[in-house]
């Protein structure tokens, strides 16, 4: 979406006016899936490695999902590129080589396409065409999804890849029409870039997007205004190139290291010292000293290294006041340290933001940081940006304002299950399914880190495989037995959804206003989607329940 497209935020594609009237069938496939980033991906190999045929369906022009679409400067993953990375094939893992320690948003879109080709996916997937609608045929026990290109696909079972965050939120600015200049939206960049050499450009919205964006903006743009309406706490990535020697040693032992991340909470390992300790009852001195260890370290983990961070408000403080300190040293002028610094939310109760220079782009005369929180903006005019303040002119203003995440691309379609009941109706106070992976009254239909499932807490390709690898087993299982139908028991769903809300309500998670909550998006119920138990422990639950026979599943031939 940039200025010129509008109507690409939100779900929307070509739209259905280019849809012939009366859909063409086509050939029936075992597996529909719907979505061709990581998880899409994998799931069209490992099912097509079953012997089933497969089609994907995808609405973006080429694969890659969200490192395809996020294109905007500074674009770069805050998982370890070793770690974020496919571990299904030893082979992939050691002929790949990562650049840099955190891969930029480029090398991800090329290794993805490099999976593309060296697995031969692409002649089974479909570009440029959105599923608009999925309706379940109980008369045949199979789905049957309807494109905007006017064609529809059936098959038994349906796996939806539509990832957590694939839905920009468009900006809810009143004006933006009359604006004069260009606007872009950071999950939609031009794909022929935008050069902002010289330029006066604003940037709403200071979450990972806005942060990224801000630390690569600076410097190029003639000046960069930062609209910041809620200070985030931004952690160091501490990012690098590859050391050779380290990468020789990695690869040498990846089998090991992967099966160790299989064992962990968030799908990678983290450095040995953390988790060990408590923040309250160690010793302020070697508080002070483990904090300033994993500050040079880097990464997410920062809010692990210590075991009640997420748990206690007085010992997550202790971390916020850490990175507080370190804000008010990087940042010489003191008005603008302290508008950084964040007080209304614990640390890693919103997703922690990982940068590689953001605080110090506030020491440049061409960055200005401008307060929106208490001078909220109020519309954009054709000059550029008025807060009830002042008015600011501006040649480019980039929105970083997030996505409907998690449901959003799920709710974008019109899915209905049995008896006509659409996910929509059933979702309405906040979505429920079972172990985040089926929901009940849509038989033989699983979603890829789905709500109530760890996802994004977690290391994303990590828990895509274990999600496709699950559903995988399932969807081989049951065409062995000739299994028509696959449900989740309303029971058992409730009780996973109840044991969801529960693990989360014993943390400080669900209490910042975030996308994991829905709170971002105006109207949406606000639920803590995703599953606090860890990705080893969740691993085990759906170990167990494909053990027993797939309980909480009744399974129909
Ligand atoms: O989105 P966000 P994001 N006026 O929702 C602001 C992943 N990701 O795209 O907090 C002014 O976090 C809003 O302000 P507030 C990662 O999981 C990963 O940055 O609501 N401001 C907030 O600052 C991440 O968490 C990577 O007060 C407005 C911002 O917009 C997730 O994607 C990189 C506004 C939205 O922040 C989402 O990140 C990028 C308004 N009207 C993304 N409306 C990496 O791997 C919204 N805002 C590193």
């Known amino acids: 979406m940039d200025s010129q497209d509008v109507q690409g935020v939100g779900g929307q594609g070509r739209g259905e006016q280019d849809a012939a009237p009366g859909p063409t069938p086509r050939e029936p496939v075992d597996v529909l899936v719907v979505g061709a980033g990581f998880a899409g991906l994998y799931a069209l190999h490992r099912l097509r490695g079953s012997g089933l045929t497969v089609r994907v369906l995808d609405a973006p022009e080429s694969p890659g999902g969200t490192w ?37 948003q480029g090398e991800i879109l090329d290794y993805l396409r490099h999976v593309v080709d060296r697995f031969d996916l692409a002649r089974d997937i479909e570009s440029s065409t959105r599923v608009l609608s999925a309706v379940f045929d109980q008369a045949t026990d199979e789905w049957e999804l309807t494109t905007d290109r006017g064609e529809t696909h059936r098959s038994r079972f349906v796996v939806m890849a539509t990832g957590c965050l694939s839905v920009p939120r468009p900006p809810d600015i009143p004006g933006l029409g009359r604006f004069r200049g260009r606007w872009v939206h950071t999950a939609d960049w031009p794909r022929e870039g935008l050069d902002l050499t010289g330029l006066r450009v604003g940037l709403i919205g200071t979450g990972s997007s806005g942060v990224q964006f801000a630390t690569a903006a600076a410097g190029v743009a003639g000046e960069l205004l930062v609209f910041q309406r809620s200070p985030n706490y931004v952690l160091p990535a501490q990012n690098r190139p590859m050391d050779p020697e380290f990468e020789r040693e990695l690869k040498a032992r990846y089998a090991e290291h992967r099966a160790l991340a299989k064992q962990t909470t968030r799908g990678y390992p983290v450095p040995a010292y953390a988790g060990q300790k408590a923040a309250l009852t160690t010793p302020a001195e070697e508080r002070q000293e483990i904090f300033e260890a994993i500050w040079e370290h880097g990464g997410p983990v920062f809010t692990s290294v210590f075991t009640d961070l997420t748990v206690d408000e007085a010992a997550n403080e202790t971390a916020a006041e850490f990175v507080r300190q370190k804000i008010r040293q990087i940042v010489t002028d003191p008005v603008t340290a302290e508008l950084l610094c964040p007080y209304d939310h614990p640390l890693g109760t919103r997703r922690p933001v990982l940068d590689t220079g953001y605080y110090p782009i506030f020491n440049r005369d061409d960055v200005t940081l401008v307060d929106v929180r208490t001078a909220p903006i109020t519309e954009i005019t054709p000059a550029g940006v008025r807060t009830t303040e002042a008015e600011y002119e501006l040649d480019v203003i980039v929105f970083a304002t997030g996505y409907d995440a998690m449901t959003g691309a799920l709710l974008a379609m019109d899915i209905r299950g049995l008896d006509g009941v659409s996910l929509r109706e059933e979702w309405a106070d906040g979505p429920a399914a079972y172990l985040g992976v089926a929901m009940a009254g849509f038989p033989n239909l699983f979603t890829v880190t789905g709500p109530g499932s760890p996802s994004v807490l977690t290391n994303m390709v990590a828990s895509i495989e274990q999600h496709v690898e699950w559903i995988s087993d399932l969807v081989e299982h049951a065409h062995a037995t000739g299994t028509r139908r696959i449900e989740a028991e309303p029971a058992d769903q409730n009780r996973w959804v109840q044991h969801v809300l529960d693990r989360a309500e014993a943390t400080l998670l669900p209490k910042a206003n975030s996308w994991w909550t829905g709170a971002n998006v105006p109207g949406k119920p606000r639920v803590f989607m995703p599953y606090v138990g860890g990705y080893a422990p969740y691993g085990q639950v759906l170990a167990e329940v494909s053990r027993d026979g797939y309980t909480g599943f009744s399974l129909t031939r």
Not at 69 to 86: E, K, L
């Open 68 to 104: 395809a679409a996020n294109r905007y400067p500074g674009a770069r993953c805050d998982v370890q590129s070793f770690d974020y990375s496919f571990s299904f094939d030893e082979a992939l893992q050691q002929e790949w080589s990562w650049s840099e320690r955190y891969a930029a």
